[in-house]
């Protein structure tokens, strides 16, 4: 998978890095090489790039999920403690992954717990810092981390000024929390009642607040799990218009799953927001990435669940947060060319697309001279069952348990080490490193 498109040929990697690409181009290396991989029958796809996950909680077994599925650079939110400000949060989740506990690369987007308390210093810091972005929430008033509408405008200010783009978590919270009190004294709870209080209008009204307030701003914007048809349209009206620079994403499962998996017995182990969606919204997430309204496909994987508000759903075992790092990149190849989508249009959500949101291409999301070693060898034939465990990412739980998937990752390398292979992790894997966004003229640390 090349810039161009798909090319049969060979890639030499040398000291972590491509250096050539094309019919042949491997022979004269061919004696001298520490590997000749025989690829034959399979494609060579760029290394994933997750632009959406919460791995921090366990930074080590996370990342062995992502390199079994072909994941090799995650971008991971920074994770506050209660209290805890902007900045020294991420100078804490910077600290982790210096620490070398990952095995695969990982970079950083901010994670805003105070939105109307983040100062145009605490953004220029956070730059300095290496954050590629800042995230803010407009939803989750009961946890005290809604942005008010002159909170984003403020941070989304700072972040023009900065050179970073805000990512904007959108669904309307005060709404939210009307209708959960309406819930309560209906006395309705659990996970259907849970996705009846976040409906898709009120996705759809917080997609065109941040939108507007990104024109009035000039800030790049970042639109996290679009969930619903209006919020597309939304999206596609503004890029039309021409006014906002935007970045769209989707989440693998609101691509895979609808709705009515809030009936089974596993619902409350499927509660993410915005939530789960009918097959009409459903659809309109899978037409968006094949038309290129997508720029994105995250996994939005939790290493660690948080409890969900109790007024909603007071079970003990309802909890927010969904696995999925390792499972991102089969199982979206498998759905997408079951479905006729190219695999060029999947291979840029997958890699391209979330490097170059951030600011990590071209060293990251491509296969051509000078880019990172980051390959993923992906042999389409070999059909597999989805267990609870089968990327060993140690939560013991998979949303896509007993989903048949089409094509197996046979090989991943990280800067021309072998990570994994065949399903195991090599006994030696290359360690990961910190990335930063590439306005940082050494590309990492």
Known sequence: MTPEGVRTGDVVVADGVVRAVGPDVGAPYAAGAREVVDAAGCYLLPGGVDPHCHLMADLGQASIAAALGG?????????????????SAFQRARAQVTGGESLIDIGLHAMCYQPNELTGADVARLTELGADAVKVFLAYPELGIM????GLHRVMTAAKRAGIPVQVHCEDGELIEALVEEAAEGSRSGPVAFAEVRPPVLEEVAVYRALAIAELTGSRVYITHLSSTGAIGHVRRARAGGHVEIGAEACLHHLLLSVDEYTSPAAGELLVAPPLRTSEHVDAVGQ???????????????QQRTAVDERICPCRDAEYGIAGIGARLP????????????????SHVLSTGPADSFGY??????????SDGDLV????????????????????????????VKGRVRLVSLRGRVLARDGEMASTPERGR??????????HE
């Not at 968006?288 to 997508?294: F, I, N, P, V, Y």
């Open 71 to 87: 994941t090799t650079t995650a971008l991971s939110f920074s994770l506050p403690r209660e209290g805890e400000e902007t900045v």
């Open 147 to 150: 942005a008010t509408g002159d």
């Open 288 to 302: 968006a990435l094949a038309d290129g309204t997508l720029d994105t496909v995250g996994s939005d994987h939790s």
């Open 331 to 346: 199982l979206l190849l498998s759905w997408g060319l079951a479905r006729g989508i190219p695999i060029e249009r999947l």
């Open 361 to 370: 291409g071209p060293a990251k999301g491509r296969i051509a001279p000078g």
């Open 377 to 404: 060898v992906w042999d389409p034939e070999p059909e597999w069952t989805v267990d609870a465990d089968s990327f060993r990412d140690g939560t013991g739980t998979s949303p896509y348990e007993g989903r048949r």
């Open 434 to 443: 910190l990335v930063v966004p590439r306005r940082d003229t050494s590309g």
